[in-house]
């Protein structure tokens, strides 16, 4: 089975410009996850979907942050402008209807905004 | 609001002795608890969970760890640990039921098992 695939793995942009992260998730995983993880912190959720729709988003940050899961399966999650402080290593997961409470994580991207 | 507390960022230990990771959560209603892994260079994986029933839960590679209610401490530990478990561990919950896969992640303590 093959696992949470994210990309790109690693990201560089100066401060200003726009990015843009991809996940795949687990195949039949209805849940899908966006963490944010600073150096030294543990992740923190950014947004979480069922199916297509985003049914927590409070700790995305809406003026710069987007996100979407139009089919239900992948997901785009984008940052425009980027700030310094958004530099961090970004997660997807995901998770099944039977067991939410299990997630499977990608080996997410790290951003470097300069 | 719920928090997760891991009480050391580092543990150094050396290969063989016991190792003891420790965790504690605040919330005002009931919880579910997991310790997730991360290994260098590899994403989060699930490494036990405490749901309901038994307070002491078991991953397939000797760790444990207890629920207790009473001190909101949910404390990893292994009798014996190995080079192969040097990674960073991570306490998570969940407040209970009705909040789907939302988990709090507590800071992460980094274990160190040198030979």
């Known amino acids: 089975e093959a696992g949470v695939v994210q990309s790109p793995r690693y990201k560089i942009i100066e401060k200003k410009q726009p990015v843009a992260f991809w996940c795949n998730p687990i195949s039949g995983h209805n849940t899908l996850y966006w963490y944010r993880q600073n150096l030294g912190q543990g992740p923190e959720l950014l947004i979480r979907y069922e199916n297509e729709e985003a049914v927590d988003d409070s700790q995305l940050p809406k003026d710069r942050f987007s996100a979407e899961r139009l089919k239900g399966v992948d997901s785009t999650l984008k940052i425009q402008p980027a700030e310094l402080g958004d530099s961090a290593v970004y997660l997807c997961?995901?998770?099944?209807?039977?067991?939410?409470?299990?997630?499977?994580f990608g080996p997410g991207t790290r951003l470097t905004v300069t | 609001a719920q928090s997760v507390t891991q009480l050391d960022s580092q543990v150094p230990v050396f290969e063989e002795a016991p190792v003891e990771l420790r965790c504690n959560y605040s919330s005002s209603v009931s919880v579910y608890l997991f310790w997730y892994v991360q290994y260098p260079n590899q994403g989060l994986q699930l490494l036990l969970k405490y749901l309901s029933g038994s307070t002491l839960v078991e991953s397939i590679n000797g760790f444990e760890a207890e629920f207790n209610k009473s001190q909101t401490s949910f404390h990893l530990r292994k009798p014996s640990v190995h080079i192969s478990d040097t990674a960073e561990y991570f306490c998570?919950?969940?407040?209970?039921?009705?909040?789907?896969?939302?988990?709090?992640f507590g800071q992460g303590t980094e274990l160190s098992v040198k030979p």
């Open positions: 997961a995901s998770s099944s209807r039977d067991s939410a409470y299990e997630q499977y």
């Open positions: 998570a919950v969940t407040p209970g039921i009705g909040q789907g896969g939302k988990l709090i």
